[in-house]
């Protein structure tokens, strides 16, 4: 009898306990949030100005020491006020209806960047919000830390008015604050404080706020936590942001999010303020002349970019002036998204990049600053106006060549790059050609792969290292990283786009080898026909050279004695030295050891993809050239042949069934460069 009293007691503890610990979930009210959590309150009207207009009942009954009476009256001013009314929706109409989706967040399972994983509910009923996903990979934590699964939930409330969605948020929310406390007030790389994530939080939760302020399935309780929250959001992205980079860039628009749609908050005028003055200082600092943000990654780019306009919205909605430069600034960084994009609407894979697809994005550029060029581009020419110049495009400080026969969606792309490193998220790809033809990407980068985690360790050197690009290796050994950026644009001489062809040359000399060696790249596109790529190699000593190229995991290879094709239904492309060397050539797929011939198209996604490998030995100087073939179905039987060379040029002839193209190929600057068509 005694050892049952026992265990009856033991249960009624434990069961008491465990209510005890989850007791926030039902912290609900006013009077529940100021009973179990009064500092919070007191947090939250510090940061108030109740000299703000409409504040006028809360200041009384604060002052008055009615905190409840207080906070009722300021949850009323927000109800029925019209701050960010550009925020505030129309309820939809209650119903059952479900997305598959929407119903897993529901149980915690969320997908970041390709991964799911189930968060954990801890024993206080707490979420782990320092649970890393599956992979056990921080970056997990970290993006979900952002909160884009109640960002999506909220979007599935307003398509189906169903009240789980919206009551799922609620609790979510609640969750995340209580256990997030209290702030640390300093510099932190953790799971839950870190920039990033309380930047897109601070761009998140406003319109959670607004957008369920007049439902009734954001509770007071965790509206006040919001209100109470933000300010230590913005008290971090002003204090703590990065210097430099798309980091800064995000930061501060997180900031400026926070003082535009919270403008009763005492700091809300200072906090916009810095956020234009950061801002535009960081535009000039990290966006060359062209117009090409200096981290050189077509996604990053565009993250930044996105930043940018943002605060650009935000000012025009609080009708705050920004200088010239920055609208032109940022009419250049659309620019360059259009006029890298691939005719599919992907951008670049270039340093740390995914292969997205922004069309979207360039259509709303395009709608911005009323340029029906881009729009022509962005669709392939089924809208808009043509651009006026030549398909080809060069960006001198950013060193990006990109090549085109047009605009459709069939047309010839490629992607050189002749530029630096890059300030953030750079690979060792310097003097690396991409290529995409009739609708299929060709010669690929390998991308970037992982930051943290499992593929991280396996691939990221690859990624990173010149063995992942369309480069020569010298010894088996890649480039040195840098420079980072550069003071002065590429020449006009070392580029050339005409209505027949495309000319572009630049070179790298930091290798990790004994002696020196200069690696000399020049590409010739003939337009709507083939590419060239010459390699002159300067060196102190004999080497072995390797040359990569990669294909995209999609392209069937072949391979017989020098020449490397595809044999896809639709898109091909052929590779052949066109220069005496004798080299030796490999097929590699899903190497492990040392990793070669994998592919990346985004974050976290791998696939095995074939590299052939071109090597040879060379005892002095010496000049690799090669002809690149594109075919829509069969690849076109061109003949190519050196008439001569030497140390500055070489010239070469082509020739089809019906044309023949005499060219000379410069190796230093673009005067003279001729192709000749009979």
């Known amino acids: 009898m005694r050892l049952k009293f026992i265990v009856i007691t033991i249960f009624i503890v434990s069961t008491t306990s465990i209510f005890a610990q989850q007791e926030w979930k039902h912290v609900l009210s006013i009077n529940d949030l100021y009973e179990h959590y009064p500092e919070v309150i007191e947090k939250m009207f510090f940061n108030f100005n109740l000299d703000y207009p409409g504040l006028e009942k809360v200041k009384v009954e604060y002052e008055k020491n009615n905190v409840v009476a207080a906070c009722q009256n300021l949850l009323e001013y927000y109800k029925n006020g019209n701050t960010a009314s550009y925020l505030r929706i129309k309820q939809p109409i209650t119903t059952n209806q479900r997305e598959s989706l929407a119903d897993s967040i529901l149980q915690n399972i969320f997908i970041i960047q390709g991964v799911k994983g189930q968060v954990p509910v801890k024993e206080n009923g707490h979420r782990n919000w320092n649970y890393r996903g599956s992979n056990n990979d921080v970056e997990w934590a970290w993006l979900s830390n952002r909160h884009p699964q109640i960002d999506s939930l909220f979007l599935a409330y307003k398509r189906t008015g169903n009240p789980d969605y919206a009551q799922y948020i609620d609790l979510f929310l609640r969750d995340f604050i209580i256990a997030s406390m209290p702030y640390p007030a300093k510099a932190s790389s953790t799971e839950i404080w870190r920039g990033l994530e309380v930047s897109f939080r601070a761009k998140v939760w406003p319109k959670i706020f607004y957008g369920l302020i007049n439902s009734n399935y954001l509770s007071p309780a965790t509206q006040l936590l919001i209100l109470s929250s933000l300010p230590d959001h913005a008290h971090y992205n002003k204090n703590f942001h990065k210097k430099t980079g798309n980091w800064l860039s995000m930061e501060i628009s997180g900031l400026a999010t926070v003082a535009a749609t919270f403008p009763e908050f005492k700091k809300s005028k200072e906090w916009l303020a810095y956020s234009i003055t950061t801002m535009v200082n960081s535009m000039k600092a990290q966006v060359y002349p062209d117009g090409v943000q200096k981290e050189l990654t077509s996604h990053y780019h565009n993250v930044t970019l996105e930043s940018f306009e943002e605060l650009k919205n935000i000012c025009e909605r609080s009708e705050m002036p920004l200088p010239e430069y920055y609208n032109k600034t940022l009419e250049q960084m659309y620019g360059y998204s259009a006029h890298t994009m691939r005719p599919d609407g992907s951008g670049p894979l270039n340093n740390d990049s995914d292969r997205n697809n922004i069309r979207g994005l360039i259509l709303k550029g395009a709608k911005t600053f ?151 790249r020049t590409l010739l596109y003939v337009r709507g026909e083939f590419w060239i790529v010459v390699d002159r190699i300067n060196t102190s000593k004999p080497r072995k050279i390797s040359a990569l190229w990669h294909w995209h995991p999609s392209c069937i290879i072949s391979a017989d004695a020098v020449i490397t094709k595809t044999n896809n239904k639709q898109g091909n492309l052929l590779i052949k030295p066109i220069t005496n060397q004798s080299f030796q050539l490999n097929l590699v797929k899903g190497q492990e050891n040392p990793v070669q011939g994998w592919y990346s198209s985004e974050y976290n996604k791998v696939e095995a993809s074939t590299t052939s490998i071109y090597s040879t030995y060379i005892n002095q100087d010496d000049t690799i050239a090669w002809i690149l073939v594109p075919g829509k179905q069969t690849i076109p039987n061109l003949k190519a042949k050196v008439l001569s060379k030497n140390k500055e040029n070489i010239k070469i002839k082509v020739t089809s069934s019906n044309k023949t193209w005499i060219l000379n190929i410069p190796f230093y600057d673009s005067s003279g460069v001729k192709v000749i068509v009979k």
Do not use: C
């Open 370 to 520: 009323n340029r029906d060029d881009w729009k022509f581009i962005a669709t392939n020419g089924f809208s808009g106006m043509k651009p006026k110049e030549q398909p080809s495009y060069f960006y001198p400080w950013a060193g990006h060549f990109v090549s085109r026969s047009g605009f459709e969606s069939s047309a010839h792309w490629s992607f050189f790059d002749m530029g630096p490193w890059g300030i953030g998220h750079e690979h060792s790809d310097k003097l690396h050609l991409s290529i995409s033809a009739y609708g299929r990407d060709l010669l690929v980068d390998a991308g970037r792969f992982a930051y943290s985690g499992k593929l991280y360790k396996k691939f990221r050197n690859y990624a990173i290292g010149s063995a992942g690009h369309n480069l020569l290796l010298i010894d088996d050994k890649g480039q040195k990283p840098g420079p980072a950026s550069v003071k002065f644009p590429i020449d006009n001489n070392k580029v050339r786009i005409e209505e027949k062809f495309d000319y572009a040359t630049s070179n790298f000399n930091s290798f990790n080898v004994e002696g020196t060696v200069d690696h000399n």
